[in-house]
């Protein structure tokens, strides 16, 4: 996938692959509390040695119409955790060290969205979003604000959201209400524990 145009390229070739991903559950069956931090579990390959990760959770309801509920923003070469401070969906990241992306080769990245409460009502579904850059007005933009580009046009290869069974796939973690479940409804989770979202992919289209 080519997400984010990069440096220097006002618009996209036509000849480009996507230039965002998005991954929503299956409706759900009840109502779903989410409460406390939220981290995304990637593991990505890319064919340049530095770009940015962009990440929305949305609430996507109605007609397909959705509502932003929290973001993420990373640059990769920042990517270094502090694991002694961090724990499970909170990973701590100094971002004082840079380090080039090994390119062409798999990377595990952990990235905190901003910690949320949010309950999603039954019949909702849950979508996550990734880009690398969002200068396109097209793109979601919280509060009105984008980030300068970072690095050049890059092709960007995803390993998996997580699939059940596969622990070694990207995933999404957040903290759980008493009562909740997965996102896809698939095992209840007990209350005050994380649950690990399972969603698949739905639209690859290029903004």
Not at 180 to 196: I, M, W
Request: hydrophobic share 35%.
């Amino acid at each position: 996938m080519n997400l984010g145009g990069g440096l220097n390229r006002p618009r996209a070739s036509e000849t480009d692959p996507p230039s965002f991903l998005e991954w929503t559950t299956a409706p759900l069956a009840h109502d779903v509390d989410v409460i406390g931090p939220i981290e995304l579990q990637w593991d990505v390959a890319c064919s340049a040695p530095d770009t940015a990760f962009i990440a929305f959770l949305q609430d996507v309801y109605d007609h397909g119409n959705a509502t932003n509920i929290t973001a993420a923003y990373l640059r990769a070469g920042l990517r270094k955790v502090d694991e002694e401070q961090s724990r499970q969906a909170a990973p701590v990241l100094p971002c004082k060290t840079f380090e080039a992306i090994p390119i062409g080769q798999k990377v595990p990245y952990r990235i905190p969205l901003v910690p949320n409460a949010r309950r999603f009502k039954a019949g909702h579904r849950l979508r996550l979003y990734l880009t690398t850059d969002d200068q396109n007005k097209d793109v979601p933009a919280p509060l009105g604000f984008r980030h300068a580009s970072v690095g050049t046009s890059s092709l960007i290869w995803c390993f998996h959201i997580h699939v059940y069974r596969f622990p070694w796939s990207s995933r999404l973690v957040c903290g759980s209400a008493p009562k909740n479940a997965h996102c896809d409804g698939d095992r209840q989770k007990q209350p005050g524990k994380t649950s690990q979202s399972r969603c698949r992919p739905l639209n690859t289209n290029r903004s």
